[in-house]
């Protein structure tokens, strides 16, 4: 183990992908058997998809919200919420995840960068909100009265991640940058570890397998579920320590 100098001052930026919650029973996207394996990424999540078959997006997403609203969190989520009680310096978590797992996991500096399962936009009057249930092409927006006019409050490709220039702000003050559980193929995410890099923060991936081994992105790369390395990870950085 290498003492890399954390202290009180230190700034930690995480992200989190679909792995963090595959050990809480919630599908990744790209592994074998993933949500992709099952649907096309162009029907389901684009706006153009949802323009096309508004039910079948529907389906999609009610099926998720259902999944998500029984999934409890695991280690890995509760070892998060540990880490940012216990961190005498700044804390942000982003996840990509729209499950609602670190929220029940007790997570507070949180940021959802592609949205959430348990929120709707109305297309309407362009206002989001909590949504609870399946939501159809007949639901009613909670806010302006139309029906007919909800999607989920979810970021579709081609579409802007939400919380872009509060995330970047914080990569650029990161001392260190943890990204966990996510596959680095989806952007602008897949960008942050060079964000962190160019901060001078040290990076260290999280992950079943090392994403981009290679291409020397992150410091370290530390491979096994999530589960078992977050826990363990977060006590060594507790107690001063990274890998080295
Ligand atoms: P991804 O499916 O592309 O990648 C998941 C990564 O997690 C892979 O690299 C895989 O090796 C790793 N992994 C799988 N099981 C793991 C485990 N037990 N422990 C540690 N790592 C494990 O997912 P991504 O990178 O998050 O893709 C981004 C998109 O996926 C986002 O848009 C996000 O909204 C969406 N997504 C979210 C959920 C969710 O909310 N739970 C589920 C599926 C997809």
Redesign the pocket.
């Known amino acids: 183990m290498t003492d890399f100098g954390i202290s009180a001052a230190t700034s930690i930026v995480v992200l989190t ?7 809480s029973g ?6 074998a058997g ?2 992709w394996a099952r649907y096309d990424i162009d029907d389901v999540a684009t706006p153009e998809g949802f323009a096309r078959n508004p039910p079948l997006v529907h389906d999609f997403y009610n099926e998720q919200r259902r999944e ?1 609203a029984v999934a409890v969190p695991n280690a890995a989520h509760l070892a998060l919420t540990n880490l940012e009680a216990a961190w005498p310096g700044r804390f942000l978590l982003v996840t ?4 609602g797992l670190h929220e029940k996991a007790g997570s507070k500096a949180l940021l959802h960068m ?1 949205g959430e399962l348990d929120r709707f936009l109305c297309e309407a009057c362009g206002k989001r909100g909590p949504w609870q249930g399946d939501m159809t092409t007949a639901s009613a927006c909670p806010l302006c009265g139309r029906a007919g006019t909800l999607r989920p409050d979810i970021v579709w490709f081609g579409e802007m991640p939400y919380f872009m220039p509060e995330i970047y702000r914080a990569l650029g003050e990161a001392d260190l940058f943890l990204s ?7 952007y602008p ?1 897949a960008d942050f570890v060079r964000a962190a890099r160019q901060a001078g923060a040290v990076t260290v991936e ?4 090392a ?1 981009r081994r290679g291409h020397g992105l992150f410091a370290h790369e530390i491979e ?4 078992d390395i977050v826990p363990a990870f977060v006590r060594d950085l507790l107690e001063g320590r990274l890998p080295s």
Do not use: M, W, Y
Request: proline residues 0%; without cysteine.
């Open positions: 992908g679909a792995g963090i919650s595959q050990e919630l599908d990744t996207f790209r592994d993933g949500i998500a990509q995840n729209i499950d592609h966990i559980g996510t596959s680095g193929t989806v995410a999280l992950n079943l397998e994403s096994g579920k999530a589960g």
